[in-house]
């Protein structure tokens, strides 16, 4: 039973352009969610978090859009970069006190110069 | 300031071993999560330390189990290992305890095991 789906596995955008990352989520407690960025043989590196209590939330070239009524999430990188390339997870966490995460599958982005 | 790092990078093992990966914590950092990530999969929630103390867990067995120690560093043990255990096992560390901590939490780049 997965929570947290990221449905495209993977996704090639021209340098320059807009990338459109996408995630679902099931459960409805989950308040809180975040992307982020994995490079091969490295960890994860946090990118950008929104509250359910937002819509939007920008951070330089990174914005996340948060659609409550969808359960829907998406991160738009403007513009996007050779460097942008990596895996990015979607994660999402509930105002419990075990405050572990819960992560998509994850979507390869491959940015073309 | 140092990052998290984690020991051994790769390690193989045969099913119905024991095994014990390693992680220390980001300089200043008092808790540790561990999650493990099969192929093609996102990581999973294994379990969380503060103080010393195990302070959640996700859907895995009792044959995993942790450790933190005084200076924050951890290990993860998995007893009688299984073929489905073979996955990448990632640290984080963070502060401030059982917190909205997923944005800061620090990665370590994982161990990877393969059980045969």
């Known amino acids: 039973d997965q929570q947290v789906k990221q449905n495209s596995p993977s996704l090639s955008v021209q340098e320059g352009r807009i990338s459109i990352l996408n995630c679902d989520y099931t459960?409805?407690?989950?308040?809180?969610f975040l992307w982020y960025k994995k490079y091969p043989a490295e960890g994860p590196t946090f990118l950008i978090s929104i509250s359910s209590i937002k819509d939007k939330n920008e951070d330089g070239r990174f914005t996340v859009f948060l659609n409550k009524s969808a359960k829907h999430l998406s991160l738009h990188i403007v513009p996007s970069q050779p460097g942008d390339s990596a895996v990015y997870f979607c994660?999402?966490?509930?105002?419990?006190?075990?405050?572990?995460?819960?992560f998509g599958s994850g979507t390869r982005l491959q940015v073309q110069p | 300031e140092t990052g998290v790092t984690q020991s051994p990078t790769h390690l193989i093992k045969t099913r119905g071993q024991q095994v014990t990966l390693r992680c220390s914590s980001q300089?200043?950092?008092?808790?540790v999560s561990w999650y493990q990530q099969a192929l093609g999969q996102g990581p999973q929630f294994i379990f969380q330390?503060?103080?010393?103390?195990?302070?959640g867990r996700g859907n895995f067995p009792p044959r995993f189990s942790g450790l933190q120690f005084p200076n924050y560093s951890s290990e993860l043990n998995v007893n009688a290992l299984e073929l489905d255990d073979s996955a990448l096992y990632l640290c984080?560390?963070?502060?401030?305890?059982?917190?909205?901590?997923?944005?800061?939490?620090?990665f370590g780049s994982g161990t990877r095991l393969t059980v045969v």
């Open positions: 300089s200043g950092h008092n808790t």
């Open positions: 330390y503060y103080r010393e103390e195990e302070n």
């Open positions: 994660a999402a966490s509930q105002d419990t006190g075990r405050r572990a995460l819960t």
């Open positions: 984080a560390s963070s502060l401030g305890g059982p917190t909205r901590t997923g944005s800061g939490y620090t």
């Open positions: 459960n409805s407690m989950f308040d809180y």
